[in-house]
């Protein structure tokens, strides 16, 4: 079973950025879909961005107000998540998830139940 490790999160202040790194510990199908999804303190676990290693294509929350960018390494089993104007709405646990099988199509990539393989997940606290 692939194991996934997130790194990167941290205590910043409003305004500041973070950069999430995401990284597998085995080779995934060229295209499978990666995502990104966030459970902040009493809210329901949300998808923030998706993509496929090796891809191009881009999928984001429509929360994110273009602060957010997800990028890829398929070389290095690896995505990333830029994070720019933090907000303290942001806080959250990051998790990373990855669908092994399929790309994101579909409307697929925000649904949690398509993702076989999940991060432990990275705190990220964002403090006004």
């Known amino acids: 079973q692939v194991q996934l490790v997130e790194s990167g999160g941290g205590s910043v202040q409003a305004g500041g950025s973070l950069r999430l790194s995401c990284v597998a510990s085995e080779y995934l199908r060229g295209f499978n879909c990666m995502a990104w999804f966030r459970q902040g303190p009493g809210k329901e676990r949300e998808g923030v961005a998706g993509?496929?290693?090796?891809?191009?294509?881009?999928f984001y929350s429509d929360s994110l107000e273009g602060r957010f960018t997800i990028s890829q390494d398929w070389r290095k089993n690896t995505v990333y998540l830029e994070m720019n104007s933090l907000k303290p709405e942001d806080t959250a646990i990051y998790y990373c998830a990855a669908d092994p099988k399929n790309e994101c199509s579909g409307g697929r990539w925000d649904k949690h139940w398509n993702y076989p393989a999940w991060g432990r997940g990275t705190q990220v606290t964002v403090s006004a």
């Open positions: 993509m496929e290693l090796g891809g191009t294509s881009r």
